[in-house]
């Protein structure tokens, strides 16, 4: 394909950087100026997901592939931002309810952690993490963890990711098996790295005890 399918751009010049997409990883260029459309991204990466049901690609290929896709895009030394969109094997959001719940219940419930924990809440030393006063996702806090204030220039990025747990957020959204964050980065020479990393935590969970989600799909699109 010498044309992008988003924009009309020439991709000519990002072609013999371009690796098979043998592994099902799906990341088309976003030359800086073109437009994004969020719907057909997501429209293709869930089709992609639910094809690679059951059986997850190669991370390192399918990184890989991702970042290559986009590494002509950096040029000097200007930093460049992206929206990140990962698709996963599962549910992310957190299910049952819980602030329904506690105020059908006037504010008594009788949820241990580890239940609220298998509901797909994050729990930190026995309690809700919240943001805003809205109990918040383990896929969150494990982005949070891995781009967030301590941890961002450990990958390049010039800032902590931009991150939203609603439902409702454009274009950084979380949402079934649906993740929408923005990175900026400094350059890519930390991308794939930093991005294996987080395909890691979400696997296997900031704290190493239980899988979040399994990324199957992965596009970069650069603003």
Request: glycine letters at 10%; aromatic letters at 6%; charged letters at 25%.
């Amino acid at each position: 394909m010498k044309f992008c399918p988003h924009c009309g751009g020439d991709l000519s010049a990002y072609i013999a950087v371009e690796h098979g997409n043998s592994a099902g990883a799906a990341a088309s260029i976003h030359p800086t100026g073109g437009k994004y459309n969020q719907d057909s991204i997501w429209r293709r990466l869930t089709k992609e997901a639910e094809a690679l049901k059951g059986s997850p690609p190669d991370a390192i290929q399918l990184m890989a592939n991702a970042v290559d896709r986009v590494r002509g895009c950096f040029s000097g030394n200007d930093p460049v931002s992206t929206i990140v969109h990962l698709a996963v094997d599962r549910d992310i959001q957190p299910q049952g309810g819980v602030l329904y719940r506690a105020t059908m219940l006037e504010g008594r419930m009788e949820t241990s952690p580890e239940q609220l924990e298998q509901m797909g809440y994050a729990v930190d030393e026995g309690k809700l993490v919240t943001v805003d006063d809205v109990p918040v996702s383990q896929a969150y806090t494990a982005i949070h963890y891995w781009g967030g204030e301590r941890q961002h220039r450990r990958w390049h990025l010039t800032q902590p990711v931009e991150i939203n747990p609603s439902r409702n957020g454009n274009p950084f959204f979380m949402d079934e098996n649906m993740i929408a964050f923005g990175a900026k980065w400094r350059d890519c020479e930390k991308m794939e790295e930093g991005l294996l990393e987080l395909h890691g935590l979400l696997c296997e969970g900031v704290k190493k005890d239980r899988c979040i989600g399994i990324p199957v799909a992965v596009e970069l699109a650069v603003q």
